[in-house]
C-alpha cells in the first residue's frame, strides 16, 4: 500500500518540480554564452546534478499521486 499526497502536498511537490525544470533550462541557456571553461564545467555539474533531482521529484510526484 503506497501513501498518497494531501492536496497540498501535490501541489508544492509539483511547484518544485516545476522550480527546478526551469532552473535547469536556465542553466543550460546560460552554459551557451559562458566562456570560462571552469565555470562551464561547474554550470553543468548543475545540468547533471538538476536532471537526477527532476528525475526524482517525477517519481516521488507519480508515486504520490497514486491511491
Do not use: P, W
Not at 12 to 27: D, P, Q, S
Not at 41 to 60: C, G, N, T, Y
Request: aromatic share 6%; glycine share 2%; net charge negative.
Amino acid at each position: 500500500m503506497r501513501n498518497s499526497f494531501a492536496d497540498h502536498e501535490a501541489m508544492e511537490a509539483h511547484e518544485i518540480l516545476n522550480f527546478k525544470t526551469v532552473c535547469l533550462l536556465k542553466a543550460k541557456m546560460m552554459q551557451g554564452i559562458v566562456f570560462d571553461q571552469d565555470l562551464r564545467a561547474l554550470m553543468e555539474q548543475d545540468v547533471q546534478q538538476s536532471i537526477l533531482d527532476i528525475k526524482e521529484l517525477e517519481r516521488l510526484y507519480k508515486e504520490g499521486n497514486m491511491q
